[in-house]
Nanobody
């Protein structure tokens, strides 16, 4: 069973940067896999931010973060990263790492199709 553990959240001022990490265990490499990041702000629905294929050859971004956030992975460390730059107060949310044994194409960012979720890490951006 896949287990995801996020880290790297915290408080930062607007314009600052943070890098989130997601340690993935119980995962066997497969090309038919999709890993990504969602977030949920208070009073708002969960939003899919970015996804990446296991080979790292394809990435997908929400319009709200494209150009500011970068998803990457290190297969040797079984870790997925989310580098966040030029952070805004609207980026304040709990950030979740997700994974599922399906292709990103046709499935990302449908929340119901991702069964493995981390516990979340809080990101707070002050103005």
């Amino acid at each position: 069973q896949v287990r995801l553990v996020e880290s790297g959240g915290g408080s930062v001022q607007a314009g600052g940067s943070l890098k989130l990490s997601c340690a993935v265990s119980g995962y066997t490499y497969s090309s038919n896999y999709c890993m990504g990041w969602f977030r949920q702000a208070p009073g708002k629905e969960r939003e899919g931010l970015a996804a990446i294929t296991p080979g790292g050859d394809s990435t997908y971004y929400a319009a709200s973060v494209k150009g500011r956030f970068t998803i990457s992975l290190d297969n040797a460390k079984n870790t997925v990263y989310l580098q966040m730059t030029n952070l805004k107060p609207d980026d304040t949310a709990v950030y979740y790492c997700v994974a599922e044994g399906l292709t990103c194409i046709g499935h990302w960012p449908r929340i119901a199709e991702f069964g493995a979720w981390g516990q979340g890490t809080q990101v707070t951006v002050s103005s």
